[in-house]
């Protein structure tokens, strides 16, 4: 778990023309369908033809059914939403069984009904291979997909606008509550949104401002002093303009002691002008304010927690991290006919962030202490302003049918980082129980470190191109232009530094059914070797590293739409790793590769009345095929060992049982493979599996009542790890066991 602050190696909407692209149908007519789904899906109603004990989001899935029309994009809380129209895997608007790449969309409403309040828990829990780790350093976490981990490698997305990443932190968006669907895009993403994601893409959609009045609160409490209340509210202002507001606020004692305590607020307002029926501007402000746990993990004493010191915090008494993300964004759509379609969106990010802590944490055996280091007073200033444009056209290209979107995205980013990596510490030591945690040095506060500027211009275009009705032909191409300068506010020195990145993927995707699809492609990506916008002196001669894939797939419905399922397999290679070797004054050399090698199936499906389940499962092998670091002045090669933090299992099962009427539980398994803290395998983090509960009660046709279990059988599991010479000194761990209940009432 290296500490990611460590350097290795004007606040307005710009006044760009806004082109619009719009809904292909009317938007109220798809709201009204929308709302209906949201009012079904909480407050219990009922659909013909489905026997009384059905799931309550079964009801939901079979009303999308017969009340889907060709302009609803509302993700259904059942299955694997293969029909439903995406754009994060494509700016085309294909559903997952159109789209030649691994896509999960994964409903809110699933999410909040299996009490996952948090975006990682969402994803980890109910996405395909993806795992969540890291630590407060990271933003509380960062994900792993096909061998490749972190803010650097799986970009994270809200409402499709990136946040460029800096000192590899990303804190916005982290709360459920607002999202509509989750959309998880598994594999080299280049081409779609840039360097940084050649693991793949999550990307958290919002919920939109309705036509149609709905009104959803919810009250929660728990153990360790929880609590939660959250409102969502929707509906018309006047005969055009509609709004849509959520609240959502989360707070808690802790289980770690002292200093356990979190809160959280996360605020989204919307406005949409419906101005004619192919027409649409909404307004969006997003707003979130964390205070998390501020705990960095627990010591190992001979490799191993003691129960005794499970539930300790070793950071010092005045620890403090905060973290506050504004995100501004107008977004218009227009159709000016029924084979053009036009959107664009202009965005202003921000982002401030503290962190005050002691991080590091040893035991020592040989005077029975825990020794503490690292005391870091780090703050966080950033900004990003830009716009997007993509359009959409339909046409007809040598006598076949053809789609085809072209686009541009330009941003400017300022960030400035303020530290206190000068500060001479002392490192401290305390007794593994009854210590006095201490207080931060008086003499070890932060001052200007460095600032950087990044302006980046990119132009991406996509076709799909129908060979025959049944054979089309996809390819995607991106280029990005960014410029990076960079001043050190103690030294004045400046560097300026451009890149230029390619992406592009060809596939085919072949339907023999229309309900079914098998697809094969080739992608291309590129991943900088550290935050691209924070990036040192030392690493600026560089270039960026370049990964490719192959995939192979094919993914359908059967038995009438109870069973969705996809399948997929593929390899990829990832290049110009830095080598660090001895005997050189540079820092290394860009010469090292990685890969990954596996297969990922998903099933949703719906046995019998009243019965569900949801499962998938990833198998991988991942290594460095070659990389040498310098240790101890000697050149050690980790060739064929596994890339850190990234496990090569991955398994997620959920079972819903209505087993009589107005009562539903649910079990969830989560599993993670064995992964390691160190480039040699030798810190090693064991495999573990959760299991969860739940357990809900529909009060009334407007209410329901949910009691939840987390880690039923408390096991004691790590999320994070630091090792030290290739052992293992301390492991975050993940919440034990503890309920919760909750009351959600709508109107």
Request: charge should be neutral; charged fraction near 20%.
């Given at each position: 778990m290296p500490s990611p602050h460590r350097p290795r190696g004007h606040s307005l909407l710009p006044a760009l023309a806004l082109l619009p692209l719009a809904l292909s149908d009317s938007v109220r007519a798809q709201d009204a369908v929308t709302t209906r789904l949201d009012e079904i899906a909480v407050r219990g109603g009922s659909s013909p033809g489905l026997p009384p004990n059905a799931p309550a989001d079964a009801v939901g899935a079979e009303a999308a059914a017969a009340l889907r029309t060709p302009s609803l994009t509302q993700s259904s809380p059942v299955g694997l939403n293969l029909r439903t129209p995406s754009r994060s895997a494509s700016r085309l608007g294909l559903t997952p069984l159109e789209t030649p790449a691994s896509l999960d969309i994964i409903s809110g409403e699933t999410v909040r009904l299996r009490g996952q309040?948090?975006?990682?828990?969402?994803?980890?829990?109910?996405?395909?291979?993806?795992?969540?780790?890291?630590?407060?350093?990271?933003?509380?976490?960062?994900?792993?997909?096909?061998?490749?981990?972190?803010?650097?490698?799986?970009?994270?997305?809200?409402?499709?606008?990136?946040?460029?990443?800096?000192?590899?932190t990303m804190t916005f968006p982290f709360d459920t509550w607002n999202v509509e669907r989750i959309e998880v895009l598994r594999g080299p993403a280049s081409v779609l949104y840039g360097d940084g994601a050649i693991g793949g893409i999550v990307n958290v959609v919002s919920k939109k401002p309705l036509f149609t009045p709905l009104n959803v609160a919810r009250f929660g409490l728990g153990e360790d002093g929880i609590a939660r209340a959250a409102v969502d509210s929707t509906g018309p202002i006047g005969d055009s303009l509609a709004y849509r507001l959520n609240v959502s606020g989360n707070r808690a004692g802790g289980w770690i002691t002292p200093e356990g305590d979190f809160r959280n607020l996360a605020v989204s307002g919307a406005l949409t002008l419906q101005a004619n029926p192919d027409l649409a501007f909404t307004l969006s402000h997003d707003f979130g304010y964390q205070e998390p746990t501020r705990y960095w993990g627990t010591p190992l004493v001979n490799g191993r927690i003691l129960e005794a010191t499970r539930f300790n915090n070793y950071n010092v008494r005045d620890a403090r991290i905060a973290w506050t993300d504004n995100w501004t964004q107008f977004r218009t759509e227009w159709t000016p006919s029924a084979d053009i379609t036009v959107r664009n969106t202009a965005y202003h990010l921000q982002s401030q962030r503290h962190w005050r802590d002691v991080e590091q944490y040893r035991f020592d055996p040989s005077t029975g202490l825990v020794d503490r280091s690292d005391y870091l007073d780090i703050y966080h200033d950033q900004e990003q302003v830009g716009n997007r444009l993509d359009a959409t056209f339909r046409h007809s290209l040598f006598g076949l049918a053809n789609q085809f979107s072209a686009g541009f995205d330009v941003n400017h980013i300022a960030f400035r980082h303020t530290n206190n990596f000068t500060f001479s510490e002392t490192p401290t030591s305390v007794p593994l129980t009854g210590y006095d945690p201490g207080l931060f040095p008086a003499d070890g506060r932060a001052t200007p470190a460095y600032a950087t500027r990044m302006n980046q211009a990119s132009v991406f275009a996509e076709d799909r191109l129908f060979l025959t009705d049944r054979l089309s032909f996809l390819t995607g191409v991106r280029f990005d232009a960014p410029q990076l300068y960079r001043e050190d506010l103690r030294s004045g020195a400046t560097f300026e530094r451009s890149f230029r990145a390619l992406g592009y993927r060809f596939a085919l995707l072949y339907e023999p059914t229309p309900e079914t699809s098998l697809y094969a492609q080739y992608a291309t990506a590129t991943d900088p070797v550290n935050s691209l916008i924070t990036l040192s002196q030392s690493l600026a001669g560089f270039q960026l590293s370049t990964g490719r894939q192959v995939e192979l797939g094919a993914k359908g419905l059967a038995f009438g739409g109870t069973v969705e399922w996809t399948l997929a397999g593929y390899r990829i290679v990832k290049d110009n790793l830095i080598s660090r070797l001895p005997g050189s004054s540079a820092i290394g050399i860009q010469v090292g590769q990685q890969s990954s090698l596996g297969a990922e199936a998903a099933v949703s499906w719906l046995p019998a009345p009243g019965w569900r389940i949801d499962a998938n499962l990833a198998l991988l092998h991942a290594q460095y095929d070659d990389f040498t670091q310098t240790v101890g002045g000697v050149a050690v090669s980790y060739a064929g060992k596994q890339p850190i933090n990234v496990p090569e299992q991955v398994a997620n099962l959920w079972v819903n049982w209505a087993f009589a009427r107005d009562w539903e539980g649910r079990i969830g398994l989560q599993h993670v493979g064995e992964v390691f803290s160190d480039f040699g395998n030798t810190a090693r983090r064991p495999a573990y599996t959760l299991v969860n509960l739940g357990l809900d009660h529909q009060v009334t046709a407007a209410s329901r009542l949910s009691f939840r279990v987390f880690n039923l059988f408390d096991k004691v599991y790590a999320i994070d790890g630091n090792a030290v010479d290739g052992v293992g000194t301390a492991w975050l761990l993940g919440r034990p066991r503890s309920f919760e209940v909750a009351y959600t009432i709508a109107w």
């Amino acid at each position: 778990m290296p500490s990611p602050h460590r350097p290795r190696g004007h606040s307005l909407l710009p006044a760009l023309a806004l082109l619009p692209l719009a809904l292909s149908d009317s938007v109220r007519a798809q709201d009204a369908v929308t709302t209906r789904l949201d009012e079904i899906a909480v407050r219990g109603g009922s659909s013909p033809g489905l026997p009384p004990n059905a799931p309550a989001d079964a009801v939901g899935a079979e009303a999308a059914a017969a009340l889907r029309t060709p302009s609803l994009t509302q993700s259904s809380p059942v299955g694997l939403n293969l029909r439903t129209p995406s754009r994060s895997a494509s700016r085309l608007g294909l559903t997952p069984l159109e789209t030649p790449a691994s896509l999960d969309i994964i409903s809110g409403e699933t999410v909040r009904l299996r009490g996952q309040t948090s975006v990682l828990d969402a994803v980890s829990q109910n996405g395909t291979g993806i795992t969540a780790y890291g630590s407060p350093g990271s933003g509380l976490g960062a994900f792993t997909s096909r061998g490749f981990a972190g803010q650097n490698s799986i970009q994270t997305l809200f409402d499709g606008t990136r946040l460029y990443v800096g000192a590899n932190t990303m804190t916005f968006p982290f709360d459920t509550w607002n999202v509509e669907r989750i959309e998880v895009l598994r594999g080299p993403a280049s081409v779609l949104y840039g360097d940084g994601a050649i693991g793949g893409i999550v990307n958290v959609v919002s919920k939109k401002p309705l036509f149609t009045p709905l009104n959803v609160a919810r009250f929660g409490l728990g153990e360790d002093g929880i609590a939660r209340a959250a409102v969502d509210s929707t509906g018309p202002i006047g005969d055009s303009l509609a709004y849509r507001l959520n609240v959502s606020g989360n707070r808690a004692g802790g289980w770690i002691t002292p200093e356990g305590d979190f809160r959280n607020l996360a605020v989204s307002g919307a406005l949409t002008l419906q101005a004619n029926p192919d027409l649409a501007f909404t307004l969006s402000h997003d707003f979130g304010y964390q205070e998390p746990t501020r705990y960095w993990g627990t010591p190992l004493v001979n490799g191993r927690i003691l129960e005794a010191t499970r539930f300790n915090n070793y950071n010092v008494r005045d620890a403090r991290i905060a973290w506050t993300d504004n995100w501004t964004q107008f977004r218009t759509e227009w159709t000016p006919s029924a084979d053009i379609t036009v959107r664009n969106t202009a965005y202003h990010l921000q982002s401030q962030r503290h962190w005050r802590d002691v991080e590091q944490y040893r035991f020592d055996p040989s005077t029975g202490l825990v020794d503490r280091s690292d005391y870091l007073d780090i703050y966080h200033d950033q900004e990003q302003v830009g716009n997007r444009l993509d359009a959409t056209f339909r046409h007809s290209l040598f006598g076949l049918a053809n789609q085809f979107s072209a686009g541009f995205d330009v941003n400017h980013i300022a960030f400035r980082h303020t530290n206190n990596f000068t500060f001479s510490e002392t490192p401290t030591s305390v007794p593994l129980t009854g210590y006095d945690p201490g207080l931060f040095p008086a003499d070890g506060r932060a001052t200007p470190a460095y600032a950087t500027r990044m302006n980046q211009a990119s132009v991406f275009a996509e076709d799909r191109l129908f060979l025959t009705d049944r054979l089309s032909f996809l390819t995607g191409v991106r280029f990005d232009a960014p410029q990076l300068y960079r001043e050190d506010l103690r030294s004045g020195a400046t560097f300026e530094r451009s890149f230029r990145a390619l992406g592009y993927r060809f596939a085919l995707l072949y339907e023999p059914t229309p309900e079914t699809s098998l697809y094969a492609q080739y992608a291309t990506a590129t991943d900088p070797v550290n935050s691209l916008i924070t990036l040192s002196q030392s690493l600026a001669g560089f270039q960026l590293s370049t990964g490719r894939q192959v995939e192979l797939g094919a993914k359908g419905l059967a038995f009438g739409g109870t069973v969705e399922w996809t399948l997929a397999g593929y390899r990829i290679v990832k290049d110009n790793l830095i080598s660090r070797l001895p005997g050189s004054s540079a820092i290394g050399i860009q010469v090292g590769q990685q890969s990954s090698l596996g297969a990922e199936a998903a099933v949703s499906w719906l046995p019998a009345p009243g019965w569900r389940i949801d499962a998938n499962l990833a198998l991988l092998h991942a290594q460095y095929d070659d990389f040498t670091q310098t240790v101890g002045g000697v050149a050690v090669s980790y060739a064929g060992k596994q890339p850190i933090n990234v496990p090569e299992q991955v398994a997620n099962l959920w079972v819903n049982w209505a087993f009589a009427r107005d009562w539903e539980g649910r079990i969830g398994l989560q599993h993670v493979g064995e992964v390691f803290s160190d480039f040699g395998n030798t810190a090693r983090r064991p495999a573990y599996t959760l299991v969860n509960l739940g357990l809900d009660h529909q009060v009334t046709a407007a209410s329901r009542l949910s009691f939840r279990v987390f880690n039923l059988f408390d096991k004691v599991y790590a999320i994070d790890g630091n090792a030290v010479d290739g052992v293992g000194t301390a492991w975050l761990l993940g919440r034990p066991r503890s309920f919760e209940v909750a009351y959600t009432i709508a109107w």
